[in-house]
């Protein structure tokens, strides 16, 4: 597992990028991954899929 942002931000629109990496900086695979989203005590869990 990696956390890629955490910490407060503006309001509106915001784009994160993940680099493909795990938490040992070592590259994924290709396939589907679930990431997570707190707002408040909201929390949404997608799907991505990374491709290669």
Do not use: C, F, I, N
């Amino acid at each position: 597992m990696r956390q890629v942002w955490s910490g407060p931000l503006a309001a509106g629109e915001h784009r994160l990028t993940w680099d493909g990496r795990d938490g040992q900086g070592q590259p994924v695979a290709s396939g589907a991954y679930l990431y997570q989203v707190r707002v408040g005590e909201q929390l949404r869990t997608r799907k991505m899929v990374k491709l290669e």
